[in-house]
């Protein structure tokens, strides 16, 4: 039971030392921190397939893109699209290419499914890429940020840091909570039972590709989330934000943080941020300005924990707790 | 397309598919027998390329280079294997996802400490830089000929080693039951070494041939990884037949679709869309049959 309270007291204050970061840090400080929250939802989203599901995308990041070149697309030229209704289409559209997607892939498994989630997403890279939709390679500006007008009534501002700040908070703390309730409920433990057996879960009478359908549309929609929330913080998409290197990426954190449990991803996101933030302002190491190279720590770092950590560092905090 | 342009064409299609190939089948070697999915395996493709001009601006000739190439390949191979590898084997698949995206990271940036972050040329031989000849107007170079030859020496020299020396036969049995082979008396942690070693000269060979066409240049290596994934997907994970029948597949979609113009309407389909076809081959292929051409269905 004192287990189970500390850790509610240390989740009261995070919370608490998140909310009240705006008022005791620095501009950079708090934009950084925007950057984690974003990309720890992300991270989140695809942890529900990875460590819930069972089932490895590498090709997330297509759901993070799709959404960032909604909000692209739905901003006029230095105007703002609408925050109320930007933020449902991207997610919606995320969730729509998630269920075409989705049916695809997942009549594939194991190694198959990583390869098939990267070729559909490779190829709408490449769609984006060379030919002159939206951009081309260049992609496209996002000039003025969201506007959160509703009815004449604007609880908050996205161009002010700290309001983008809040709300990105608010929204990663809303996707933390439906990802802890969704775990707890009949649908989480049914997308859990068809990562550990899934001809088990069959003979039960669970219509298994359902579920995973679902999963794999949720997640899109949350990645979706994410990706219009990178988009509106740095004003600019582009073929990248599809691309193999950020679903990479974005699984790495997962991995590292530990696939499967509640703040895994979240752990991993900070830590691979920060992680990357402190090396890149290594000092010289003789002739080598390891700030420059910051990847070759960061690559030992990551041998170092797939070596020890095998379960990522999340498990490592709650050591001597049996798996769940 | 008249004939002599589509059949230089096809010949750089073969040419591509073959050098894919080398590399790919290295990769679904080391799945099929050591049950590693290596990341990092395009790094090694990087290396070799990067061997090749370094020695050959030592050698000042790309004939010592690729031998010496081969062996310091070799030895980067088997010590790899004994530092870092040989741990992953007690690890799931995911783990060593990480730990060899964690080597790409290394091996990347070494590579930029060591040789920079210029693009790079290196010279052809001289005996190989003629060109043959095929109407008035077109050639085609002898040197591209000569990558395909050295590959397919090489792939029938794997061929026969794997399928009709004593070595090949431990190999596969290893492949098939591990514990059985040991029992056997047979040092399977050698044998594995080797595989391992075998699959990193291969790719490195692979970079070293193909510098003085493709150049040498950053990320280069990451480029052909994904590639080769596509390859070894199509024919089916651990399939030396099915790579070598993806490569080529993927070598003649790769090659035509950027020179054939196709248009639908005013829209061009080909070449715009060339980047993607390989993927939406790879698509293709997964729907009609998703464990590959040539997989084992698990």
């Known amino acids: 039971m004192s287990r189970s309270r500390s850790l509610a007291m240390a989740t009261v204050i995070v919370v608490i030392a998140l909310a009240l970061l705006p008022l005791v840090a620095e501009k950079f400080t708090v934009q950084f921190a925007t950057r984690i929250l974003i990309m720890a939802i992300f991270a989140m989203s695809l942890n529900l397939l990875v460590g819930h599901a069972g089932l490895v995308s590498l090709g997330h990041a297509a759901f993070f893109g799709i959404a960032g070149y909604c909000l692209a697309l739905s901003s006029p030229q230095y105007q703002s699209a609408n925050f109320w209704a930007s933020l449902p289409l991207a997610m919606m559209a995320a969730g729509a290419l998630a269920l075409v997607i989705g049916v695809l892939v997942l009549r594939t498994g194991g190694i198959y499914f990583i390869m098939a989630t990267l070729a559909f997403a490779q190829m709408l890279h490449f769609l984006l890429h060379d030919t002159g939709i939206a951009g081309g390679s260049d992609g496209m500006y996002i000039y003025v940020r969201p506007d959160a007008g509703l009815f004449g009534w604007r609880p908050f501002d996205l161009e002010k840091f700290g309001d983008f700040y809040f709300v990105v908070l608010a929204l990663f703390l809303i996707v933390f909570g439906f990802i802890g309730v969704l775990r707890a409920s009949l649908f989480g433990r049914v997308i859990a039972g068809i990562r550990v057996n899934e001809q088990r879960m069959r003979s039960l009478g669970f219509a298994t590709f359902r579920y995973k359908l679902a999963c794999f549309v949720l997640a899109g929609m949350l990645a979706g989330l994410a990706g219009y929330l990178a988009a509106a913080q740095f004003g600019v998409v582009n073929p990248d934000m599809l691309g193999w290197h950020l679903s990479g990426a974005v699984l790495m954190m997962v991995i590292l943080g530990g696939m499967g449990t509640l703040a895994g991803p979240v752990i991993g996101a900070a830590a691979m941020l920060l992680l990357e933030l402190g090396l890149q302002s290594l000092p010289m190491a003789g002739d080598v300005n390891l700030g420059k190279h910051w990847q070759l720590p960061m690559g030992i770092a990551i041998v170092l924990v797939a070596l020890h950590l095998p379960k990522g560092i999340a498990r490592l905090l709650r050591r001597g707790r049996a798996d769940d | ?298």
């Open chain 2, 1 to 298: 397309m008249d004939f002599a342009t589509f059949l230089i064409q096809l010949l750089n299609a073969v040419q591509y598919g073959l050098l894919l190939f080398l590399i790919a089948g290295g990769l679904t070697l080391i799945f099929g027998i050591m049950g590693i999915i290596n990341l990092a395996h395009g790094s090694f493709y990087m290396v070799g390329a990067y061997l090749a001009w370094s020695l050959s601006m030592h050698f000042g000739s790309l004939w010592l280079a690729i031998p010496a190439g081969i062996v310091l390949s070799v030895i980067l191979g088997l010590l790899l294997e004994w530092l870092l590898i040989r741990r992953l084997y007690r690890l799931g698949h995911l783990q060593q996802v990480l730990l060899t995206y964690g080597l790409i990271l290394i091996v990347e940036e070494l590579r930029s400490i060591v040789w920079g972050d210029e693009v790079h040329g290196v010279p052809m031989p001289e005996l190989l830089s003629a060109s043959i000849p095929l109407t008035d107007t077109l050639s085609y170079p002898v040197y591209r000929l000569w990558i395909s030859a050295v590959c397919v020496v090489f792939s029938l020299l794997l061929y026969f080693l794997i399928q009709r020396t004593r070595l090949g036969m431990m190999i596969r049995a290893g492949a098939t039951n591990r514990e059985m082979v040991q029992s056997l008396g047979i040092d399977i942690d050698l044998l594995y070494r080797f595989v391992f070693a075998l699959g990193v000269a291969l790719a490195a060979l692979a970079g070293m041939i193909a510098a003085p066409v493709s150049s040498v240049f950053p990320g280069m290596g990451n480029q052909v990884l994904i590639v080769c994934f596509v390859v070894v997907v199509i024919g089916g994970i651990g399939s030396v037949k099915g790579a070598l029948v993806g490569a080529l597949l993927i070598g003649l979609v790769d090659t035509f679709g950027k020179v054939v113009e196709l248009k639908i309407g005013d829209f061009r389909l080909l070449p715009e869309l060339a980047g993607m076809s390989v993927y939406l081959l790879m698509a293709v292929v997964l729907l009609w049959r998703p464990a590959g051409l040539f997989g084992k269905r698990s």
